[in-house]
């Protein structure tokens, strides 16, 4: 049905990465939503009031909760598509991590009311009646979630959408709480313990859970969480297909929402070739990086010795050295500055975050492991943090 949607009402509709289509994709999704919701939430209340069932009004709703995130999902998709303005000049992008915290703390209100209320039912129960509408009604509800999060899981991630993907997860967790509500009707005649209200305390919990979850993916982007893997190797295998471009360090990526990137970092080039010539080259890589990932790209020409022998072996025995603390570290921007008296050899070491020596040990132990094999070398040692 999103396919058939898609292609009436979205032109352009496999081009994922032009922000249009990304908000049209939200929107029509997002509508659709709203659509099977209020269908979920009318069948289930109705089902709810002539059953008795605490869990199954307590599920109705959840939907109802679920058509008002698809509301704010809507508004988010619509204000992340604003073009940059004086005030804003990176775009309006992170609304979209917005709405989709905004959606999250909606289900979380939900489940919240939905637990006090299956307390209650608890200390005053109700006789639950079973019927063949009710078995229908919440087998139905619970295919149509799982279509709603087959569609928005898909959807999210050819868009690559934070406030897609925390519905998607919103809907299968409905799946199991409709499961529950509707396990609880098929065995409440039977019992002589309020199953039905209990059912339901069990679907707020599960409910306040995913909201939760949702939550924490949606603050990971607000705050600054570090890129991918893949991206960090697909920037790196962009950078380094230049010839003179022969190693890259102290990458950034800043996401100020999706499509919407600023990627810096350092390349390393042979000293000794025309500057003109390496600064056509890495024009020529910020081009490349814009080109692939839509972004606005700042490279850092990076000079460096590739024709010192003694520089050549320093730099291994300090990697070597710091590799048998870590064999994660990595170390880069080597220099050295040769005196009458000793020679000072200048680098930063990239300390990933299990190392267990702090910062200053790895500092102290780097520095005297190389005087005592090359007294007369002095260490200027930096320590960075990884990217990923």
Not at 83 to 92: A, I, L, R, Y
Not at 122 to 150: C, D, H, N, R, W
Not at 182 to 195: D, H, M, Q, R, W
Not at 203 to 215: E, K, N, Q, R, S
Request: with cysteine.
């Amino acid at each position: 049905m999103i396919k058939l949607l898609a292609k009436l009402f979205i032109k352009d509709y496999k081009n994922f990465k032009n922000p249009s289509v990304r908000t049209k994709y939200g929107v029509v999704c997002a509508g659709f939503g709203i659509f099977l919701n209020l269908l979920l939430f009318a069948g289930k209340f109705i089902t709810g009031k002539i059953s008795g069932s605490m869990a199954i009004a307590a599920d109705a709703f959840n939907n109802l909760s679920d058509a008002a995130s698809s509301i704010v999902s809507i508004f988010g998709f619509s204000m992340a598509e604003k073009k940059p303005d004086s005030k804003h000049p990176f775009g309006h992008g992170r609304i979209e991590y917005i709405s989709g915290l905004i959606i999250s703390f909606l289900i979380m209100n939900m489940g919240f009311e939905l637990f006090t209320s299956s307390i209650e039912a608890i200390k005053t129960p109700k006789t639950v009646q079973t019927s063949a509408l009710t078995i229908g009604v919440m087998t139905a509800a619970i295919l149509v979630k799982l279509y709603m999060f087959i569609y928005n899981h898909q959807t999210a991630k050819k868009i690559d959408s934070a406030s897609m993907e925390a519905t998607a997860k919103d809907s299968f967790s409905d799946m199991f709480a409709t499961g529950a509500a509707l396990a609880a009707s098929l065995v409440a005649p039977f019992v002589n313990f309020p199953i039905d209200a209990i059912a339901g305390c069990i679907v707020a919990l599960f409910i306040l859970y995913t909201g939760f979850g949702a939550a924490k993916e949606t603050i990971a982007p607000l705050l600054g969480q570090p890129p991918s893997k893949e991206l960090v190797e697909q920037i790196e295998e962009t950078v380094r297909q230049f010839e003179h471009i022969i190693g890259i360090h102290d990458m950034i990526v800043h996401d100020y929402g999706p499509g919407r990137l600023v990627i810096s970092l350092h390349a390393e080039v042979p000293g000794d070739k025309d500057i003109f010539i390496l600064h056509d080259e890495i024009d020529l890589a910020e081009k490349a990086l814009y080109d692939k990932f839509n972004c606005l790209a700042t490279i850092h020409l990076d000079p460096i010795d590739t024709k010192n022998a003694r520089l050549a072996d320093l730099k291994k025995l300090a990697q070597d050295l710091a590799v048998e603390v870590n064999p994660k570290i990595t170390i880069h921007d080597v220099r050295m500055v040769p005196g009458l008296s000793h020679t000072n050899l200048i680098f930063d070491v990239v300390r990933p975050y299990d190392c267990k020596l702090s910062a200053e040990e790895l500092q102290k132990y780097l520095w005297i492991k190389i005087h005592e094999k090359e007294n007369d070398v002095y260490c200027v040692i930096t320590v960075d943090n990884p990217l990923v």
